[in-house]
C-alpha cells in the first residue's frame, strides 16, 4: 500500500533554531504534496501544498518544504523557529497513486525550548 | 478557500447512545469527507459523501456505525451510532471541490468523550 513516513514522532528545537521536519512517501507516480499543522484542541490548517509546479514551496508562517522526486521527499522547513510554532504537522498526500484519497502521516509534535 | 462549520465542537455522550455530527461549508462542494483523529494518533479517512449517491467507506468502517447524509452541496452528517468508549476521538470534516483531492479544508473538528 501507498504511504506516508514522518521520520521523528517528536522534535525539539531552542528558539531561533532550523526547524527540519522530514516526510516521505511512496508512490511510483508524483503526488500531491501537503503540510498541516494542528494546534491544541483545533483543527487542522493548511501550511502548504505542492501540486506539480515550482518544486519549492513557500507557505504561512515562514515555512516551506522542497518536493525532491529522486528522494520521494516533502521536508518542512522554517529557518528561525518561534515559540508559537510548537503544534503537531502532519504530512499528507494525495493523487493517482492514493487513489485521489488524502494520506495522512503520523504526524510530528513540534516543542521550542526558550 | 472554504470555511467549513462543524457542530458540535465537543460532547460526552453514554455507551450505547449515538450522536449526529453536523458540518456546513460556505460554498458549494462536490466531495466532502469525514476523518477520525483517535488520541495520540493521525487522521484516519472514514467514508467520502458526495451529493445525491451513497457514501464510500473505508476499509474498517461500516454503514451501520458511521451512516453519513449529504442532502446537498453545502451540507453533511455523520452519525457515530451504538457508541463506546473506544469511539472517543476527533471526528472531522473536510471538502474539496475537484474530483482530484488538490486541496483539502477542515472544520475544526468534534472531540468526543464516551463515557
Known amino acids: 500500500a501507498q504511504s506516508v513516513t514522518q521520520l521523528g514522532s517528536h522534535v525539539s528545537v531552542s528558539e531561533g533554531a532550523l526547524v527540519l521536519l522530514r516526510c516521505n512517501y511512496s508512490?511510483?507516480?508524483?503526488?500531491?504534496l501537503f503540510w498541516y499543522v494542528q494546534y491544541p484542541n483545533q483543527g487542522l490548517q493548511l501550511l502548504l501544498k505542492?501540486?506539480?509546479?515550482?518544486?519549492l514551496v513557500k507557505g504561512i508562517n515562514g515555512f516551506e518544504a522542497e518536493f525532491k522526486k529522486s528522494e520521494t521527499s516533502f521536508h518542512l522547513t522554517k529557518p528561525s523557529a518561534h515559540m508559537s510554532d510548537a503544534a503537531e504537522y502532519f504530512c499528507?498526500?494525495?493523487?493517482?497513486?492514493?487513489?485521489?484519497?488524502?494520506?495522512f502521516g503520523a504526524g510530528t509534535i513540534l516543542r521550542v525550548k526558550s | 478557500s472554504a470555511v467549513i462549520s462543524q457542530k458540535p465542537s465537543r460532547d460526552i455522550c453514554q455507551r450505547g447512545t449515538s450522536l449526529t455530527i453536523q458540518c456546513q461549508v460556505d460554498?458549494?462542494?462536490?466531495?466532502m469527507f469525514w476523518y477520525r483523529q483517535q488520541p495520540g494518533q493521525s487522521l484516519t479517512l472514514i467514508a467520502t459523501?458526495?451529493?445525491?449517491?451513497?457514501?464510500?467507506?473505508e476499509s474498517g468502517f461500516v454503514i451501520d456505525k458511521f451512516p453519513i447524509s449529504r442532502p446537498n452541496l453545502t451540507f453533511s452528517t455523520l452519525t457515530v451510532s451504538n457508541m463506546s468508549p473506544e469511539d472517543s476521538s476527533i471526528y472531522l470534516c473536510?471538502?474539496?471541490?475537484?474530483?482530484?483531492?488538490?486541496?483539502?479544508?477542515f472544520g475544526q473538528g468534534t472531540r468526543l468523550t464516551v463515557v
Open positions: 505542492y501540486t506539480s509546479a515550482a518544486t
Open positions: 459523501a458526495n451529493q445525491g449517491s451513497e457514501a464510500t467507506y
Open positions: 499528507a498526500v494525495s493523487g493517482r497513486g492514493y487513489g485521489n484519497k488524502l494520506v
Open positions: 508512490s511510483s507516480v508524483p503526488p500531491y
Open positions: 473536510s471538502v474539496n471541490d475537484r474530483e482530484v483531492n488538490t486541496e483539502a479544508f
Open positions: 460554498s458549494q462542494v462536490t466531495m
